[in-house]
């Protein structure tokens, strides 16, 4: 089977430097100021507005833009964050083969495609496509899909570094808790908890002697919540 963690190593080598004790600027997401933001029309957060522009790759976007596109999303009428598209299974058994062809990557090209239209933040999708696409030789369609990629970890890693429930990662999907680690190079310890608004990932034995990250999913608790309310 071939090697699919690409995960954001273009870039995010460096990344894994914050945890050896040094430190990143991080500030955690207002959720309630950035509501109101993406709901102005004359506002310069205009969630439609913005979405546009991040559709079409516009990499004039800002990190505070980015971040209101990312963790706007939760007032979409779109978000569940609990929700699976059924494209992965698809891509999954495609991913099973231990070689693929060309009709194979466009097959799979199309089906990240499908799964981003259901979450357009699916990091695994996006990581995916990137593959195809290398292989495909699609140079412009590759360089989009990539700059959309480490834009959504630009947006992670400006959340918070882990370290504590005070200086957790925000995420609006679990699933971004999982590919978090593996751009920071970590396995998962098979051990996660819940502590207050937190996960809590327990990490495999590592050289940074790390025992865990916390990632605030309070995005996700309280849009489950609002459906228990409904």
Not at 101 to 124: G, H, I, K, M, R
Not at 154 to 159: A, E, F, G, K, P
Request: hydrophobic content about 40%; overall charge negative.
């Amino acid at each position: 089977m071939p090697n699919l963690k690409i995960f954001a190593t273009f870039v995010f080598l460096v990344v894994s430097t914050a945890l050896l004790g040094q430190s990143w600027d991080f500030t955690a997401p207002d959720y309630k100021a950035i509501e109101k933001a993406v709901a102005d029309e004359q506002g310069d957060f205009y969630y439609p507005n913005l979405n546009a522009r991040f559709n079409d790759a516009d990499s004039s976007l800002s990190l505070e833009e980015l971040r209101h596109i990312y963790y706007g999303y939760i007032y979409e009428s779109a978000y569940s964050p609990y929700s699976h598209s059924k494209y992965k299974s698809s891509i999954r058994e495609l991913l099973g083969k231990d070689s693929l062809t060309q009709v194979d990557y466009e097959t799979l090209n199309s089906y990240c495609d499908s799964s981003l239209a259901d979450f357009p933040f699916d990091l695994d999708a996006m990581s995916y496509k990137i593959w195809a696409l290398k292989n495909l030789s699609d140079s412009l369609a590759y360089e989009q899909i990539l700059w959309k990629h480490n834009s959504i970890v630009d947006v992670l890693i400006s959340s918070g570094d882990g370290i504590s429930p005070e200086r957790a990662f925000y995420v609006i999907n679990t699933s971004h808790e999982y590919y978090l680690l593996g751009v920071f190079g970590f396995k998962f310890g098979n051990q996660q908890s819940l502590i207050g608004e937190c996960d809590l990932l327990d990490l495999a034995e590592n050289e940074y002697e790390i025992d865990g990250l916390y990632f605030n999913v309070s995005a996700c608790l309280n849009h489950l919540n609002t459906m228990f309310d409904d």
